[in-house]
């Protein structure tokens, strides 16, 4: 079983920061085979993808609402996968998601939501204008 638990979300004026976290456990999981994504939904809108990173961090891609703007990082040592959010905008609020790929990995950084197999249980993130 795969544990993601997201945290670091929050309110936060339009123009301000904010670094989610994420932690990933479980007992035969590895994380450092894995590639990572962040993902968010907003109220009444479907699920969309913010931005992916390969197992090693080399590769990463974001949506382009956000490329410019938000870091995605992992630190294979610490299980740990980050999104760093910069000049944030009323339009990025929304339930923030981390998400592991589908078992067996790749390890190849994916952008599609059907990619992911492994979710955790959201963080808020609501940016006031």
């Known amino acids: 079983q795969v544990q993601l638990v997201e945290s670091g979300g929050g309110l936060v004026q339009a123009g301000g920061s904010l670094r989610l976290s994420c932690a990933a456990s479980g007992r035969t999981f590895t994380f450092s085979n894995y590639a990572m994504g962040w993902f968010r939904q907003a109220p009444g809108k479907e699920r969309e993808f913010v931005a992916t990173?390969?197992?090693?961090?080399?590769?990463?891609d974001y949506a382009d609402s956000v490329k410019g703007r938000f870091t995605i990082s992992r630190d294979n040592a610490k299980n740990t996968v980050a999104l760093q959010m910069n000049s944030l905008k009323a339009e990025d609020t929304a339930v923030y998601y981390c998400?592991?790929?589908?078992?067996?990995?790749?390890?190849?950084?994916?952008?599609?939501?059907?990619?992911?197999?492994?979710w955790g249980q959201g963080t808020q993130v609501t940016v006031s204008s």
């Open positions: 998400a592991a790929e589908r078992s067996p990995p790749t390890g190849f950084m994916r952008a599609s939501l059907q990619s992911y197999g492994h």
């Open positions: 990173i390969s197992w090693s961090g080399g590769s990463t």
